[in-house]
């Protein structure tokens, strides 16, 4: 059985701009409803759109959708469970900041416990849980399951995954079109 998660491609956003102190929820709504429309400059070898052996599925935001769609997957199943962590935020930003400063400030923030106007850590976590056990259900189903999703819950989702004992097979980038393959031998159940 393999699970591949794939991380969404790069969104048509503008992520040089700055955002204004009361601007940040608007940004992070803009950034939400954003679509992909470049394919990944390299290969993702276990993906086979159309094969009868996959079955794909990906997060209801739009990046995830959208990025399913380019690579030919049709028929997507959208869950909630695939959703990216919220970025926590104070309601206004202290001063005008760079939007690139903005995510890495407030996601290291996340990592520390912030969570205002977000679940938190924890819930993500659980989160994650409930994901990993829904994509082992349909791995066991299907044979094989592609998740299109998000930087930070694919990273809980792989961990929850290993740490229930699948193997991490390939890792691959960090960034846009990153992605993870992950294993596990099914199981023959005993006549």
Known sequence: MKIILVRHGPPKFDNTKYIESAGLQEALAEYAESVVTEEPRHEIPALRAGSESQIAVC????????????????????????????????????FRMPWRIVLVFFR????????????????????????????????????????FGHGIMNRLIVKQLTNDGWNNEITFGR???????????????AQ
Not at 72 to 92: I, K, R
Not at 175 to 189: D, I, L, M
């Open 59 to 94: 997060s209801e935001l739009v990046r995830s959708r959208s990025s399913a769609a380019l690579l030919g997957f049709g028929g997507v199943t959208a869950s909630p469970l695939l959703n990216e962590s919220l970025l926590p935020y104070p309601d206004v930003l202290p």
């Open 108 to 147: 290291i923030a996340w990592l520390l416990g912030y969570k205002q106007n977000a679940r938190g850590i924890r819930k993500d976590r659980h989160q994650a849980r409930q994901a990993g056990g829904w994509l082992i259900d349909l791995a066991q189903t299907h044979g094989e399951v592609v998740v």
């Open 175 to 189: 960034g846009y079109w990153s992605y993870c393959v992950v294993s596990h031998e099914r199981q023959v159940k």
